[in-house]
Every structure is written in structure tokens, then in C-alpha cells.
């Protein structure tokens, strides 16, 4: 039996109106969608995505070429595959909606399609595809492998939009978190030195894209994700040098942003890790007058986004950890005062992390590693009544999130820790 179109009961928005003004009834069709998610209604979704890839269907049976029509086409491919994937937990049957988006994207491409719509949506099926293939697909015995194709036939797409002139900030955006992924799965697979050309031939076209004036966040965002990933590489694989090479080129670039007024939350937290890194290589050179410097500038930014009105569990969990490190730095100089300051300092942003209701797992886990650390540091100074105090207050945090549930193991690790001190 032939299903019958549902009526557009819904009310959408003036801006949903207007794109359906520019792109029609594929368009409709995925904004009504949008809006049974806005009200929670997810079947409704799933019927009007459904209908919307019908008659998407028969447009192209009839020849349609239009350039709208095939980018919301691969648009809603993409969208019920993660559908599939996030809501439902069928990764099977997200990965079959990937696999027909891509049939088409590479009819698409084959006709000579060009416009960034497309381009953009083509690179996107293949990262959702490869990420679905490494995360959710993990009871095949190849799903890495299945995951790295996916991500180098992307980056080909990507390397032959680039060299033909491709401007456009998305199809930036998505040739770079290919070649972050890409990378990152060259490591799971063991393959450090793939992994390292990942991250430098994705460096390299971040260069050339903030060279050419891009601003966008997503953008900034991700060189700085693969600057600290390709330091994170070559700390593992012994050349310190190169480690410290690419936090301070990251940081440079961090500081850059900060400077030209970005306070996207995303670049916030990475701005923070590169200084958290940063550290952590200094220390594992010997040289903990640097550490301290990174610390103190990290520490000094995240005062900075937290004054500013920032609220992201990331930022706050990297405000946790440089408080930690900080602390822990200061009493290999020999400066324990300055040890309990920075603990003192870390467990204050801590307690109203958790008055605003901040639940995160990491961020959890931070709170209770400050809670020894400075428990640990005022029995090393003979004050054994206030390391009493701090395993107290750390333990009833500790009792408080099992009592709600949390089952991460960073955070039952560091339970442990602190009835053991």
C-alpha cells in the first residue's frame, strides 16, 4: 500500500520560510522535520524525512540536475543516517543510509557538479560514514580499516574541490575534521607515522586557509584541535622538540584568534588544552620553569573566559586540570604555598561549577582529583587536620555523584582514591 503524503499541520518559522522559498519542497520537506524534532516529536521526523527522500527519488528519475535539489538530497541522507545512528542506536541501518547518499554524491560528481552545497555534503556523508564504521560499527572485526576508507576516499573528494579552486568555508571546515579523523584512526590502528602525515598535510591546508583571511570558528577550531594532535603524535613518538614545535605554533594561532575577539566556546577549550599540553611536554623535558609559564598563561585565559560569562563543561573541566597541574608543578619547584593557593583556587571554581548544576563526567572527575591533591599536599606539610577537611568535602562530592548515577571509570577511580587516602 502506497503511503500517502502527511498534510503540513506544522508552523514554520520565517526562516525556514524563506529557504523554502529558495529550495522548494525537498527543503519543506526537511524543515517539518526539523520542527517535529523541535517539538520532540521524532517519528514525525523520521515520516517526513522518509517522504522528503521519495520524492527526492523521483525528481532525480525525471532529470533533475538543480543544484539545490542534489545538496538537500545528500542533506537528507546525512540527516536520516544519523538519525538511524544517535536516536535509534542502528548503526546498521546508518550505515546504508550513508552508502545510498555517497552512490548518489558520486553520481553528483560525475555529472560535474560543483556549487559548495554539494561539495560540502559530499564530504560530510563520507565523515559521518567513517565515523559510524569506527565508533558504532565496533563489533566488525574490520571496522577501523572500513572507517580509514572512508576517510581517504573523503579527503581525495577533498584534495580535488581544494586544487579546483574551493573556497567555501564548510568544505574547509569538512576537509580538515577529515584529516583530524583520519589521522586519529591511523593511530588506533597503530600506525603513528600515518598518523603524523594526517595531521601535517591537514596543518598545511589550515595554513593556507588562515593565510587567506578564514575566520570562521569551525575553522579555527580545528587547527587548533590538529595542532595539539599532531604534538600529542610526536611526543609519542619520542621527538619532544616537534611536540613543543606544535603547541607553540597552536598557541600562536590561539592567541590570534583571542586577540581578533573569538570567544566560541570550542576554540575556548582547545586554547586551554594546548597550554595544558604545552605543560605537561615542558615538565617531560625537564624544564618545570616552563611548565609553570604555560600553566600560569593557560590559567591566566581561563580566569579570563570564565569572567567573560563562560559556562561550557569543556572550558570549566581545562580550567580543573591547569589548576591541577599548576599545583602539582609548584611543589616539584618547592613552592607548596603556592601549591595550596592554586588547589584553593581550582576546588573555589569547582564548588560553583557544581552549584550551577554542572554533572560532566571529566569535570567530575577533576573535582575529585583536586579534592586529593590537596588532601595529599596538606599532609606532606604536616597539617593533617586540613587534609582531613579535604578528603571529607571530596568524599561527600564523591558520594553525591554514585548517588546520581555516574558510572564513568575516571570518576570511580578517583572514589576509590580518596577512601584509600
Not at 195 to 214: P, V
Not at 257 to 262: D, H, K, T, Y
Not at 369 to 377: E, I, S
Request: with cysteine; hydrophobic share 40%.
Amino acid at each position: 500500500m502506497k503511503n500517502e503524503p502527511l498534510s503540513f499541520s506544522v508552523e514554520l518559522s520565517a526562516a525556514q520560510l524563506a529557504l523554502t522559498a529558495d529550495n522548494g519542497l525537498e527543503t519543506l520537506y526537511f524543515n517539518a522535520g526539523v520542527n517535529a524534532v523541535e517539538r520532540g516529536d521524532w517519528e514525525a521526523k523520521a515520516d517526513y524525512h522518509r517522504q522528503g527522500l521519495e520524492h527526492a527519488e523521483i525528481f532525480l528519475a525525471a532529470d533533475e540536475t538543480a543544484a539545490g535539489i542534489r545538496e538537500q538530497i545528500l542533506r537528507r541522507y546525512d540527516s536520516d543516517g544519523d538519525y538511524k545512528v544517535h536516536t535509534l542506536n542502528q548503526p546498521e541501518e546508518g550505515a546504508r543510509l550513508y552508502q545510498q547518499g555517497l552512490r548518489r554524491a558520486q553520481e553528483f560528481l560525475a555529472a560535474e557538479e560543483t556549487a559548495a552545497g554539494v561539495r560540502e555534503q559530499v564530504l560530510k556523508l563520507y565523515y559521518d560514514a567513517g565515523h559510524n564504521a569506527e565508533v558504532h560499527l565496533v563489533a566488525e572485526w574490520d571496522h577501523l580499516e572500513v572507517a580509514a576508507d572512508y576517510f581517504d576516499q573523503g579527503l581525495e573528494h577533498a584534495e580535488t574541490f581544494l586544487a579546483a579552486g574551493e573556497t567555501a568555508t564548510g568544505v574547509r571546515e569538512r576537509a580538515l575534521r577529515l584529516y583530524h579523523d583520519a589521522g586519529f584512526n591511523a593511530g588506533k590502528r597503530g600506525d603513528q607515522e600515518a598518523e603524523a602525515d594526517y595531521y601535517h598535510q591537514g596543518l598545511e591546508h589550515a595554513e593556507t586557509f588562515l593565510a587567506a583571511g578564514e575566520t570562521a570558528t569551525g575553522v579555527r577550531e580545528l587547527a587548533l584541535w590538529l595542532y595539539q594532535n599532531a604534538g600529542f603524535n610526536a611526543g609519542e613518538r619520542g621527538d619532544r622538540e616537534a611536540e613543543a614545535a606544535y603547541y607553540r605554533q597552536g598557541l600562536e594561532h590561539a592567541e590570534t584568534f583571542l586577540a581578533a575577539g573569538e570567544t566560541a566556546a570550542g576554540v575556548c577549550e582547545h586554547v586551554l588544552w594546548l597550554y595544558f599540553n604545552a605543560g605537561g611536554n615542558a615538565v617531560e623535558c625537564g624544564d618545570q620553569a616552563a611548565a609553570a609559564a604555560y600553566y600560569r598563561q593557560g590559567l591566566a585565559q581561563a580566569e579570563a573566559f570564565l569572567a567573560a560569562g563562560e559556562t561550557a563543561a569543556g572550558v570549566r573541566e581545562w580550567v580543573l586540570r591547569l589548576y591541577v597541574n599548576a599545583g602539582g608543578n609548584a611543589v616539584e619547584c618547592g613552592d607548596r604555598a603556592a601549591a595550596a593557593d592554586y588547589y584553593r583556587q581550582g576546588l573555589e571554581h569547582a564548588e560553583t561549577f557544581l552549584a550551577a548544576g554542572e554533572t560532566a563526567a571529566g569535570l567530575r572527575k577533576q573535582v575529585l582529583r583536586l579534592y586529593n591533591h590537596a588532601g595529599v599536599k596538606a599532609v606532606n606539610r604536616g597539617d593533617r587536620a586540613a587534609a582531613a577537611d579535604y578528603y571529607r568535602q571530596g568524599l561527600t562530592h564523591a558520594e553525591t555523584f554514585l548517588a546520581a548515577g555516574e558510572t564513568a571509570a575516571g570518576v570511580c577511580e578517583h572514589v576509590l582514591r580518596l577512601f584509600s587516602n
